[in-house]
């Protein structure tokens, strides 16, 4: 059973470092054909795709995000994770990881449950 | 950058048909995801590579993608069909996933 779970603070204050932590269970961060991004949606609005890892640690950002951005992975732990710097109001969001399967696709087929990120003094 | 454009709102009476547009510069070459999501929840799969569905799928969603717009199609609507649906793609030349603005499906 494949899932993915989001973890991270409730709460950051704006300057701060916002890390989140993806667990993935039900399939390998190794596997050839595995990618796994980050992707973000503000209250009431539309779903925004932050950032992307593949199983060769290949990398890929949002273009309007990337100097903010950096993922990593730690197959061992089964763990994605996502920091973003400089944290703003406008960045409160739930924050969701997603799964790409499969050399040529670009569709998300799993997703974790999200967390709820507030950026607020 | 790509632009995804969606309605805000589509109302459809239960039994009837929805169609929900997702508007770009030639998306006939992308393959086009469409993900269900209800208030409070993850999206959810409904359909991908444009027609294609996911095990667990009722055939009464369908989609499809020509020209500059791509439609999902959800035929004999339902109560439980009522949430905001999103349309994704995959941007090659920028390698930039994109999600369209979305679209509340209202069942009346």
């Known amino acids: 059973q494949v899932t993915l779970k989001e973890s991270g603070p409730a709460l950051v204050k704006p300057t701060e470092t916002l890390t989140l932590t993806c667990t993935v269970s039900?399939?390998?961060?190794?596997?050839?054909?595995?990618?796994v991004s980050w992707i973000r949606q503000p209250p009431g609005k539309a779903l925004e795709w932050l950032a992307h890892i593949v199983s060769n640690d290949e990398k890929t950002y949002s273009t309007s995000l990337k100097s903010r951005l950096t993922i990593s992975k730690d197959t061992s732990k089964s763990q994605v994770v996502l920091i973003m710097t400089n944290m703003d109001p406008v960045d409160t969001a739930t924050y969701y990881c997603a799964r790409i399967y499969g050399e040529y696709s670009t569709v998300f087929d799993y997703w974790g449950l999200g967390t709820l990120v507030t950026v607020s003094s | 950058s790509y632009v995804l454009t969606q309605p805000p709102s589509v109302s459809v009476a239960p039994g009837q048909t929805a169609r929900i547009t997702c508007g770009g510069n030639?998306?006939?070459?992308?393959?086009v995801h469409w993900y269900q999501q209800k208030p409070g929840q993850a999206p959810v799969l409904v359909v991908y590579d444009d027609s294609d569905r996911p095990s667990g799928i009722p055939e009464r969603f369908s989609g499809s993608n020509s020209g500059n717009t791509a439609t999902l199609t959800i035929g004999r609507v339902e109560a439980g069909d009522e949430a905001d649906y999103l349309c994704?793609?995959?941007?090659?030349?920028?390698?930039?996933?994109?999600f369209g603005t979305g679209t509340k499906v209202t069942v009346l």
């Open positions: 994704q793609v995959w941007n090659i030349i920028t390698d930039q996933y994109v």
């Open positions: 039900g399939f390998s961060l190794s596997n050839a054909r595995m990618g």
């Open positions: 030639n998306i006939e070459s992308k393959s």
